[in-house]
């Protein structure tokens, strides 16, 4: 059945991304968790009779991209600017150095890329040997299938973290980098993720830090009018990122780098060295309608109060891990 549900689903270009064979053996409808069938080209459930399209080869288990536009917006812009490409590595290093992983801890694992964006960290997981299914809410799905088509290893998705189509005890390994902050309750978010673990499997998170109130004052202060803009606007205002960046690096070199922190908090922007990086991580700090931050504690309390177990504090803040305990 599963093959004949694959055929079904094949695509008609190159363009189009190429769903697993055993992609049923692992699916449930997220709205009554009961196994999904393949009805041409959609997943239905027998239970509660409902219904979800395959889209130019996506599963599709939501509707609408509700609140999270702005990431579909940024990264149909940049598709490919935080692909490591031609000599670049920063999102490799960004990932192994939020992870604190060995690339054999992953290989031949199934791995959930939960809120995958365009793909960049699935790339990378893939590239590690993983089986990789990546789920994000908003249309950067079509980024990422196209991104990674060549890959059989990645299976990508759009859903909804509050409400993931799969059953508990899924995944050996789970992350997610910068996204369950920018859900209705980052908390609710990381509570579903880590129930679909399997016992030993390993989750691992970054959020925002709400350690620096005083950074975060003035961009607090503007994200009031710029949530409210319309996309298009807000990117356009976000190329002051790029002068001000270069300014920023003359006044480091000579060594004025009060003044640049003072430019920072008066109007926080990314520094990255890479223009189109500035852009891109301006709008992305301007544009969420959610935009939580979180201390150890309060995080440290989720991973206790979901039973996961050797628990630790990572190096990049606010980065955690813990694991399923294996039931005796």
């Known amino acids: 059945m599963i093959q004949s549900a694959r055929e ?17 053996e692992i699916l449930v409808c997220p709205n009554c968790k009961c196994r999904l069938n393949m009805d041409g080209n959609a997943f239905t459930c027998s239970a509660c009779r409902a219904n979800y399209p395959l889209l130019r080869g996506i599963p599709r288990f939501v509707p609408e991209q509700a609140y999270v536009g702005s990431f579909g917006f940024q990264w149909t812009k940049h598709a490919h600017t935080q692909l490591d490409r031609n000599g670049t590595y920063y999102s490799e290093k960004n990932f192994r150095e939020i992870l604190e992983i060995e690339p054999a801890k992953i290989r031949g694992k199934l791995v959930l890329d939960a809120g995958c964006g365009m793909g960049r960290y699935a790339e990378l997981a893939s590239r590690y040997g993983a089986r990789v299914i990546g789920v994000d809410l908003s249309r950067a799905v079509e980024s990422a299938a196209t991104n990674l088509r060549a890959r059989s290893n990645v299976q990508i998705l ?51 830090s709400g350690y620096s109130p005083l950074g975060y004052r003035m961009s607090d202060f503007y994200r009031k009018l710029t949530t409210r803009m319309p996309n298009r606007l807000l990117y356009a205002l976000c190329y002051i990122a790029v002068p ?56 440290f309390r989720w991973f206790e109060s979901e039973g996961l177990a050797n628990v630790r504090i990572l190096k990049s803040s606010i980065g955690m891990e813990g694991q399923k305990p294996i039931q005796q």
């Open 8 to 24: 079904a689903c094949m695509p008609e270009s190159s363009e189009e991304y190429r769903v697993w064979d055993d992609l049923l």
């Open 158 to 208: 759009q859903g909804d973290l509050m409400n993931l189509p799969f059953a508990e005890g899924t995944f050996d390994f789970i992350y997610s980098i910068g996204v369950l902050h920018h859900t209705p309750s980052c908390e609710s978010a990381f509570r579903k993720l880590a129930r679909t673990l399997k016992p030993g499997g390993r989750i691992v998170i970054w959020l925002y």
């Open 244 to 299: 001000l960046g270069w300014f920023d690096q003359v006044l480091c070199k000579i060594r004025l780098n009060l003044l640049a922190r003072m430019l920072r908090v008066l109007i926080p922007f990314s520094p990255h060295e890479n223009w189109r990086w500035r852009v891109l991580d301006t709008f992305d700090w301007y544009s969420p309608r959610y935009q939580s931050k979180h201390t150890y504690e309060e995080v």
